[in-house]
């Protein structure tokens, strides 16, 4: 019996004879010759057919195979210096196992509706496929960093049950006899778990119920989280700094097929690394308004104030310290200005803009429970998250890093919808 | 400066002066001596102070800290036979950070529901943090299994458009204009993915709004899914068996200290190994009734049929072929009895019953028109699905597993609530 094998792994079967099961992706002939381009999931592979190994039967099915048709083929792996993977597949047995009906994706532009629309079809071309085999070994490179770092996984709740900092971006859900919403960040969760296990993450999918129709926003996708008792602002750069340099190192390691498939300089992402740029939010002004922004000192950044900033570096920036005002009730105010909190934002380079926030957290009982009423949020739903600091209160810190954007910034990509495989959007909840 | 270690990798700073982080879980003292029990999230690890090595005001606070306040502690590594992790720290240095109001989880006993309602304080308890990190290495095993047997990650989405299989027991929430519903499996879209990607799984949470009481019920539960294009039903079996022998593996490697503490006997689980028993649906039913069950042909098996048939058996049983009536209508039927499915559930040992269930797809776009049609379906919701089988349908199958009731079963406990941080169920939607 023949060995079955796959593409991803098909240069270890170098001279052997395998059996590939897959897809047509595409095929050409020139009379005695059939080329079908095969897909089996883990990658692409020219099969060649000559007439004369075949039955005339076999061969014109061959020829003749629709587009997606799925085929079982057998026969011997041999280098080739033409192909982008080094080898192809000289075919003795080909078997047709379902002929495809005519299929709608065709070599000819598509407009991404349409595509959409078809999305359950679209993941099988190559660019396609290419980005979600990124975003497979995002996932991956991120879980291995905290799990071999000493964080433990720690899931938090999708159903959360106050709308704690205002109901406008949150989605929810009857619960039986209550209402329930679902989980925007981990965070408040994710601060009681580091206080039983010391570093921790969450990892799962969030959502926003935002009205944006841009190329950044999804209403679903999913983020990472570490949380760290012990730990402050600039331990927890730290960490960021470590964990992005690790997490873009392995996309390269392993994704230099799609990363070519996608026409992906990788040069900018070959520059990520230690140190990152810091840059105090007083500087960031200072730099922005130099550089022609008009944006006033106690401002958030806009979209464009993060790419034009971006830009000026050739690697992720740091920008830390941002005015309270900006970020969540529970960060930490900076003792040397009350005004600003200990926060940071990494933005990524290429103008691709924020990809992680996080930020030192209010360790004092009484400054938090400050906060809460400055923000005339329900004190009662905060009660469990207060005694966070009656029991054994420490420093603590963390962030949140958003897949989707990482992973868009990675491929070179301008919108995030091509980032998960089913995109959720305000207009698209469909296939 | 000394060296900040953590307790579960203690062993290797044996005769080195460390500092650990952590909070007071319990102590007691005897004229010239204090015993800390500190545990730093990692584990738990037993602090000596002799009194002539401080100050009287250091002694004296180190003395009367109250439970759970925050220390920072420096000291020598000594090993000690009598502890349970196999060494102790000779403190030189306590600091006390953070002095704990009174701790409400006091070693009396409390209910439940009061544990529940403290929960964000009760994961720091032995039994709770030992059940939590079994199921963090659960989590990172699945994965692992996965990733490195060529399957790929692929996020199915929780907004789903349609109520497929009927409403009563979804979630469901506005979305914009109109109404999505919670993902209760990945599976339609997975099977997309399969055909796209060869072998795919999906790992996230699930909602099922189910008014049911039991201890084996939760709203919101983690599950993984494998789905493997060109596999049938006895590939599937082999795959599913391989898997949990696996995780069973890895867990009881991992988390010998976290088992001990739960007082799990281990044998059970070390006979978790290949082969699994194979047992066609209609041997359990004749089984079942010999052994007093008044179950009949044609029957689902209640809890109870689970129960009794695992405690015949050593290791895992699966079941497969069980009635087309009681499974999904995408499930492909015996070709030797069309009465029956290709279905499989893997029925843990020691009464704890069904943690996987699975089984082959229906590939024929015939077959599958009609079932959904007999199922009263509504088509067009599925018009997706069926492109599925258009487009160079195959053989497929796959299966589910619970991440909480895996964690039950190997960690020998009898609720899943305890096995998640932040349980959500009929009653509990907080913390």
Same mark, same amino acid.
């Given at each position: ?14 001279? *052997? ?8 992706? @595409? ?39 629709? *587009? ?10 041999? $280098? %080739?210096?033409?192909? /982008? ?16 009906? !005519? ?24 660019? *396609? ?6 975003? $497979? ?10 799990? &071999? ?7 938090? #709740? ?28 981990? *965070?408040?969760? @994710?601060?009681?778990? $580091? ?17 944006? /129709? ?11 989280? #570490? ?6 602002? %600039? ?20 994704? /230099? ?32 308004? !130099? ?9 958030? +950044? ?20 941002? #005015? ?23 933005? $990524? ?17 009484? &400054? ?5 009423? /400055? ?19 420490? #420093? ?25 495989? +089913? ?9």
């Amino acid at each position: 019996m023949v060995e079955r094998a796959t593409i991803e792994t098909i240069a270890k079967h170098e001279g *052997q004879e395998v059996e590939l099961r897959g897809w047509l992706f @595409n095929k050409r002939s020139s009379g005695k010759l059939v080329f079908l381009q095969l897909r089996d999931g883990t990658g692409f592979m020219q099969c060649v057919m000559f007439k004369n190994d075949f039955t005339p039967e076999v061969f014109e099915a061959a020829k003749h195979a629709p *587009q997606e048709s799925s085929l079982i083929v057998c026969g011997t792996v041999r $280098a %080739d210096a033409r192909s /982008k993977i080094g080898f192809e597949l000289s075919v003795n047995r080909f078997e047709l196992l379902h002929a495809a009906e !005519e299929y709608p994706i065709t070599p000819k532009e598509h407009g991404t509706g349409f595509l959409m629309d078809h999305r359950h079809l679209w993941i099988r071309s190559r660019l *396609q496929h290419a980005v979600l085999r990124v975003r $497979a070994s995002v996932i991956r490179a991120i879980r291995d960093y905290f799990d &071999n770092n000493g964080f433990l996984l720690v899931d938090t #709740p999708i159903f959360t049950p106050a709308a704690c900092e205002g109901t406008t971006t949150l989605f929810e859900t009857k619960y039986f006899e209550q209402m329930a919403y679902l989980t925007q960040s981990g *965070q408040l969760y @994710n601060e009681a778990n $580091a206080m039983a296990f010391g570093k921790v993450y969450c990892f799962g999918p969030t959502f926003r119920a935002e009205k944006s /129709k841009t190329r950044r926003h999804l209403t679903e996708f999913w983020m990472v989280e #570490p949380e760290m008792a012990f730990c402050d602002l %600039d331990e927890n750069m730290r960490v960021a700094e470590d964990f992005l340099v690790y997490v873009v190192s392995r996309v390269l390691d392993e994704r /230099k097929i799609e990363l070519e498939a996608l026409e992906r300089d990788t040069a900018p992402l070959e520059r990520v690394q230690k140190p990152f740029h810091r840059l105090h939010y007083s500087d960031a002004i200072r730099k922005l308004n !130099e550089l022609g922004s008009d944006i006033s000192w106690g401002d958030d +950044f806009g979209g464009d104030d993060e790419t034009i900033l971006t830009q000026q570096y050739d690697r992720p920036v740091m920008v830390h310290r941002y #005015p309270a005002a900006c970020k969540a009730f529970y960060m930490k105010k900076d003792p040397e200005d009350p005004r600003l909190s200990m926060s940071v934002d990494v933005l $990524a380079p290429e103008g691709y803009g924020e990809i992680v926030g996080g930020g030192q957290r209010e360790e004092s009982l009484e &400054n938090l429970m400050a906060e809460v009423e /400055k923000h005339q949020l329900p004190r009662e739903a905060f009660e469990w998250y207060f005694d966070l600091r009656r029991y054994g209160s420490v #420093p603590h810190a963390g962030f949140g890093l958003g897949v989707e954007r990482t992973v868009t910034w990675l491929c070179g990509i301008r919108h995030v919808r091509e980032t998960i495989a +089913f995109p959720r959007m305000l207009e698209r909840l469909t296939p």
